[in-house]
T-cell receptor, first 116, second 112 residues
Framework: GAVVSQHPSWVICKSGTSVKIECRSLDFQATTMFWYRQFPKQSLMLMATSNEGSKATYEQGVEKDKFLINHASLTLSTLTVTSAHPEDSSFYIC????????????FGPGTRLTVT | EDQVTQSPEALRLQEGESSSLNCSYTVSGLRGLFWYRQDPGKGPEFLFTLYSAGEEKEKERLKATLTKKESFLHITAPKPEDSATYLCAVQERDTGFQKLVFGTGTRLLVSP
């Protein structure tokens, strides 16, 4: 149980274009989903937190107009990188959480974004 | 501000050579401390959650322990397949959205 998928697993796009990444919880309903970014040999940095049906909460320094997050249902959240630039190239990982007796977050496999 | 420091940054072991990874943390009120394993190019895989000082959890060759200031991940008789980056994260008690703060990880390499 507790499987989270991401699509696509990797994407290459040209500078100035937009890219959408999907995060799905496959076998549970996620009340909250999180989006992280990870640069090579660095740890995970939280970008934003989203609750189903609510606006996302962004971490300090993360541009909300550049990284659009939509949490339309209890099993799907999307991250859209708008007007991507080479410095946005990174590994994007989502995680999902469901309320209950434990507080574990389950992570997706990640999406490698390369902007040329 | 919550802080998590992991040591060592990298660790090389021979197969069968037991060792421990350290995670020191500062948090105003701990809800939980989490250990994850991450393989290159993949998302973190959940290992353990520890909630209170003195708690211990085991899974195969791994054992996690918790004190009020740090956690240890003990690896007994490791195998090459245990090679990965091990991440520690804390969650503050009063965080409404279950936010995790991660350490920078320990890269473990187990040689046959």
């Amino acid at each position: 149980g507790a499987v989270v998928s991401q699509h696509p697993s990797w994407v290459i796009c040209k500078s100035g274009t937009s890219v959408k990444i999907e995060c799905r919880s496959l076998d549970f309903q996620a009340t909250t989903m999180f989006w992280y970014r990870q640069f090579p040999k660095q740890s995970l940095m939280l970008m934003a937190t989203s609750n189903e049906g609510s606006k996302a909460t962004y971490e300090q320094g993360v541009e909300k107009d550049k990284f659009l997050i939509n949490h339309a249902s209890l099993t799907l959240s999307t991250l859209t990188v708008t007007s991507a630039h080479p410095e946005d190239s990174s590994f994007y990982i989502c995680s999902a959480y469901t309320s209950g007796n434990t507080y574990e977050q389950y992570f997706g496999p990640g999406t490698r974004l390369t902007v040329t | 501000e919550d802080q998590v420091t992991q040591s060592p940054e990298a660790l090389r072991l021979q197969e069968g050579e037991s060792s421990s990874l350290n995670c020191s943390y500062t948090v105003s009120g701990l809800r939980g401390l989490f250990w994850y394993r991450q393989d290159p190019g993949k998302g973190p895989e959940f290992l353990f959650t520890l909630y209170s000082a003195g708690e211990e959890k085991e899974k195969e060759r791994l054992k996690a322990t918790l004190t009020k200031k740090e956690s240890f991940l003990h690896i007994t008789a490791p195998k090459p397949e245990d090679s990965a980056t091990y991440l520690c994260a804390v969650q503050e008690r009063d965080t409404g959205f279950q936010k995790l703060v991660f350490g920078t990880g320990t890269r473990l390499l187990v040689s046959p």
